[in-house]
Structures are given as structure tokens and as C-alpha cells.
């Protein structure tokens, strides 16, 4: 499994921002792909930006784009996820996941099948 650890999760009112952060001491990040997903009470994990390390194009969910960037930082070993204008339907428990695969159509990693293994997350909450 590619395990990897989460940090950066916090309390902020709506229209604020976060960044998450995404390690691991196990595996070079840079030669996965990157993808970040939440999951709030009750529903299913989503995808909602991802990074391709062949060329390090990126991806968005519809209701983040614009808002959010995802990137990496390869001496460090970590990527992030930059999160502006925040809304409260935003909260949930936000997880990165490093996937092996290669796939032409980026959107393919926002689907949880495409990675092996998941961190502890990172809660995030949205209210006034």
C-alpha cells in the first residue's frame, strides 16, 4: 500500500482559505500521480483534484475549480492542496492518495479505484 500522511486540516469561516499538505517517508512522490478526495458524514469519498507526475497536468472537480490548486513540491516529498473561498459545503475529511497507474484521461484519477492505499486524513471545517 502507498501510505502517505495528511496535514493542514482546520476550523476556518466561510470564505477563508487552507492548505493541505500530503507526505510519506515510504515512496518518492514524484513518481505517482497525486490525487486528493473528501468525504463528509454520510457520503461517499470523492475525488476532487489530481496531479499526473508524467507531465504534472492537473485536474478538478466542477465545484472546486477555480477555488482550489493542487501541486507538488518535489524536494520535499509533498504535495499540497491550496483550498480559497471556502464554503461550508466544503467540510468533510480530506485524504491524499498516491496512485501507480498511467492514464491518458485525467479525469480518471479523481475515482478512489485507481490508488492502493489511503492516510488517516485530514478534517476540515467550514462555519462561522
Known amino acids: 500500500q502507498l501510505q502517505v500522511v495528511e496535514s493542514g486540516g482546520g476550523l476556518v469561516q466561510p470564505g477563508g482559505s487552507l492548505t493541505l499538505s500530503c507526505t510519506t517517508s515510504?515512496?518518492?512522490?514524484?513518481?505517482?500521480?497525486i490525487g486528493w478526495f473528501r468525504q463528509a458524514p454520510g457520503k461517499k469519498r470523492e475525488g476532487v483534484a489530481c496531479i499526473r507526475n508524467s507531465d504534472d497536468s492537473t485536474y478538478y472537480l466542477g465545484s472546486v475549480q477555480g477555488r482550489f490548486t493542487i501541486s507538488r513540491d518535489n524536494s520535499k516529498n509533498t504535495a499540497y492542496l491550496q483550498m480559497n473561498s471556502l464554503k461550508p459545503e466544503d467540510a468533510a475529511v480530506y485524504y491524499c492518495?498516491?496512485?501507480?497507474?498511467?492514464?491518458?484521461?485525467?479525469?480518471?484519477?479523481?475515482?478512489?479505484?485507481?490508488?492502493?492505499?489511503w492516510g488517516q486524513g485530514t478534517q476540515v471545517t467550514v462555519s462561522s
Open positions: 492518495g498516491a496512485s501507480r497507474y498511467y492514464t491518458q484521461n485525467l479525469w480518471n484519477y479523481l475515482d478512489t479505484e485507481l490508488y492502493d492505499g
Open positions: 515510504k515512496f518518492i512522490l514524484e513518481y505517482y500521480a
